[in-house]
């Protein structure tokens, strides 16, 4: 089976400098796909560009922290604070989750919103994954899955690094906290591949997690050297650096520059030629199918 290798960059809308990145990573890079807030500042924007570039796969980069819903507030009470917006990160959403205090049914709700926003637009849908991941709990992730089929989305991101780098474990190294984020996510990581086999969503593996900010031209070359057989998704935030971006609520910012200038370089498209990776589109992969171990697990 060949390698290939899905590039895909999260966070498209969230500025017009990030919308410029993503898309001159695709026209000069290596770029094959991109996650699209249904609801943010430059959403507009990333969706009339997006027409031009027929080549790129967009999916829907779901939204349940950081931002406003599609909805209206009122509409979806539990997932929003006083002002009307989503909880401003991960960890209180997850918590309330654990301590039930999120309705999945104004998950589902708000959700199913995003993605008919953008397939009213006119936006082919390539694949779905969430913003900070938050859809690596398992309940959110059975919604998602539904939706995918649902709306006839052949992949759901499971936002599980198998492959995470050796280097990473040690306590000195920068992602040191990433890298152990992602091992404590193995059980809900197997629950939703699970989830995803009984429903017939394609679950590609996935990379880049760990190196999320840190990315250099040796860690990238180890990612790609270790890509496996099958269909591989390298999750990537490049863009362009501007005011918006600077106060937006997002810690990757100059990272986003460097990611651009990996991802466009001579040297990094030459690396792939010679790990004879194919470079594709969730949408036009042959296969996708879930770790072995996950499908042999008792």
């Known amino acids: 089976m060949q390698r290939q290798l899905v590039v895909n960059a999260d966070d498209l809308g969230l500025t017009v400098g990030v919308n410029e990145g993503i898309f001159d990573a695709h026209d000069l890079g290596i770029l094959t796909s991109a996650s699209l807030f249904a609801n943010a500042p430059a959403t507009e924007d990333a969706i009339a560009r997006s027409r031009l570039r027929p080549s790129l796969g967009i999916g829907v980069h779901l939204a349940l922290v950081d931002g406003a819903p599609t909805l209206p507030p009122d509409d979806v009470p539990t997932l929003v604070a006083d002002d009307g917006r989503f909880r401003t990160s991960w960890k209180p959403f997850i918590v309330a989750c654990l301590q039930r205090r999120v ?7 708000e959700l199913t919103a995003q993605i008919a926003r953008l397939q009213r637009a006119g936006v082919r849908l390539t694949h779905l994954d969430a913003h900070k991941h938050v859809h690596a709990y398992p309940p ?26 050796a280097a990473s474990a040690a306590l000195r190294d920068p992602a040191f906290a990433q890298t152990w984020l992602n091992a404590a996510l193995w059980p809900w990581a197997r629950a939703n591949y699970r989830t995803a086999a009984a429903l017939g969503v394609r679950t590609p593996a996935f990379i880049g997690r760990v190196r999320t900010g840190l990315f250099d031209r ?9 890509v496996g057989r099958g269909v591989t998704e390298l999750m990537v935030h490049p863009g362009y650096v501007d005011d918006d971006l600077r106060r937006a609520s997002t810690r990757l910012v100059e990272s986003r520059q460097a990611e651009m200038e990996l991802l466009c370089s001579i040297e990094t498209r030459a690396r792939l030629v010679g790990e004879r990776i194919e470079l594709v589109r969730h949408d036009l992969a042959r296969t996708s199918r ?3 171990s996950v499908r042999h697990a008792s």
């Open 218 to 226: 040796a860690s990238l070359a180890a990612m790609l050297r270790a």
């Open 103 to 109: 309705s999945l049914d104004d998950v589902e709700r």
């Open 290 to 292: 879930m770790p072995r």
């Open 140 to 165: 959110i992730f059975a919604i998602v899955a539904r939706l995918a089929i649902g709306f006839g989305i052949p992949v759901v991101r499971v936002p599980y690094e198998r492959r995470s780098l």
